[in-house]
């Protein structure tokens, strides 16, 4: 599993026009699950992200979790994120897992975000979305797990 991490004053997902989520303060979680990923990795790489300190603190350094600011999480499926560029002008996904089990997967990590008490929004799986983002930072990691 794959997660595309950027911290943000705000995020949105719009589809076929209609905003559908929204978040504040926090985190745009871009989410990709492997054929080799199972619920168990879901529930790890949430609680990495639920902890891990990429807000600043009073020093100014990166002390603070998203719980600790009490900020949101949007979740969006990103299957691209396992797109293999190594060969030829055109990503292979042979590595990304099929549709029904990554929507099961990202439903997992979303879930178990909201149950470590981080406040979730969710794109829309399998829709063609836009996702709007004001970058904060800009702060931009790559989780696997």
């Given at each position: 599993?794959?997660?595309?991490?950027?911290?943000?004053?705000?995020?949105?997902?719009?589809?076929?026009?209609?905003?559908?989520?929204?978040?504040?303060?926090?985190?745009?979680?871009?989410?990709?699950?492997?054929?080799?990923?199972?619920?168990?990795?879901?529930?790890?790489?949430?609680?990495?992200v639920?902890?891990?300190?990429?807000f600043?603190?009073?020093?100014?350094?990166?002390?603070?979790?998203?719980?600790?600011?009490?900020?949101?999480?949007?979740?969006?499926?990103?299957?691209?994120?396992?797109?293999?560029?190594?060969?030829?002008?055109?990503?292979?996904?042979?590595?990304?897992?099929?549709?029904?089990?990554?929507?099961?997967?990202?439903?997992?990590?979303?879930?178990?975000?909201?149950r470590?008490?981080?406040?979730?929004?969710?794109?829309?799986?399998?829709?063609?979305?836009?996702?709007?983002?004001?970058?904060?930072?800009?702060?931009?990691?790559?989780?696997?797990?």
């Amino acid at each position: 599993m794959k997660v595309l991490l950027q911290r943000v004053t705000s995020a949105s997902v719009t589809v076929d026009g209609e905003q559908i989520a929204r978040i504040h303060h926090g985190l745009l979680l871009l989410v990709g699950a492997a054929r080799e990923d199972s619920a168990e990795a879901a529930r790890a790489l949430a609680s990495k992200v639920s902890g891990l300190r990429v807000f600043a603190g009073e020093s100014g350094r990166f002390d603070r979790s998203v719980l600790d600011i009490g900020g949101e999480a949007l979740v969006v499926s990103q299957f691209t994120l396992l797109g293999d560029t190594r060969k030829g002008r055109r990503p292979s996904f042979v590595g990304a897992e099929e549709p029904e089990q990554a929507r099961a997967l990202v439903e997992e990590f979303g879930a178990a975000l909201d149950r470590l008490g981080v406040r979730v929004s969710r794109g829309q799986f399998g829709a063609h979305m836009l996702v709007e983002l004001v970058n904060d930072g800009p702060v931009t990691l790559l989780l696997e797990g």
